[in-house]
């Protein structure tokens, strides 16, 4: 294969880490590379909130751990804080969390690792690379797996899009009509809520407090553009709070009220909760994730590739890649470990190793 062409749907995480290891040696220079998502904007679970205040909060991860015994990964992070992406987080400020060392972005993960991660790719890539943003596959049918160059709807179209080699399906809200095969199954979603209270502060917080209560994920801080702590976000589950994922705002603002009113001891000052229940708006917004995990789809139509963060379908020219693949919901070390996994499947199929006949 001369010049090949993969496609990679989606731009968070594990799309622009598996860009730039696929653009450097000793992938061929030949490779070209389009990147495409329905977002408007790179960062998949990775996109920090900004407010005209100058606040900014992390509606998706907020920290992530780098634990030992993962050199590899640790490498990364470190290689991250050296071109000012990412800093540790004080010990302290973590509550309910692992051992390892914990992280956040600098200035946010969007301002932060993300677009110095797009800059880098684009750098290595030249006229290799291509993003396209707000670009939604919408195939009436799903793709012949089979099929080499494989065909997609896009909406809207790319005429310029060059014929595809193989896909690399890394977005965790998956269109799948895209990615399953003919005999269509359902696609099983992880589903979580963000309250963003971006006008309430509280010093005393945590940075991050991880299942602060049985039915709260998480209580989290966010920064102002000065670098001091404000902002709150809050996380849960439909199942958590009894609700549906199509549960309306104030459905779910009256469910999380309920439980910082009713918790003892408090998790919120009762005059701060109290004050934060009469906040409209852009001051009290409701951010709705909704993760894929393929593999429970799919079953035996899948087969695992490396580590349960990749999923090579059948006729071998579509990979699922995500760290929500195999039943979770997305993490940063996961997604770098799927985007290594989804490397090695690549060296495989440019060498000529993967092919139908081998599945």
Known sequence: MSSPHIVIIGSGLTALTLARTLLLPPFPQALTLSLIDKAKAPGGRLTTRYYDSGTYLEPGAR????????????????????????????????VGCGTGRHWEGVGGWTKGLIEGMVEEVRQVGKDRVQFYFGNTAINPSPVSLTSNPISLTLTPALSNLSPISFLIHTAPTSQTSVILPSTSLPTIYARTFSLLLPTISLLTLPSYHR??????????????????????????????????????DGEIRRAIFEILRSTTPALLPADLVSHAERLVGRESQVKRWKFAQVEKALGDRGIKVDCEKVLLLEGGKVLVAGDGTSGGVGGVEGAWSASAAASLMVKKWLDGKQTKGNL
Do not use: M
Not at 211 to 236: A, N, V
Not at 237 to 245: A, D, F, Q
């Open 63 to 94: 920290v992530f751990e780098s634990p030992s015994g993962n050199a590899e990964f640790e490498r990364a992070v470190e290689r991250w804080e050296s071109k000012g992406w990412v800093k540790e987080v004080e010990k302290e400020k973590i």
């Open 211 to 248: 299942h602060p209560h049985p039915d709260l994920t998480s209580i989290s801080t966010g920064y102002s553009s000065t670098g001091e702590i404000t902002g709150i976000c809050i996380q849960s589950t439909p199942e958590r709070l009894g609700l549906t994922y199509d549960s309306t």
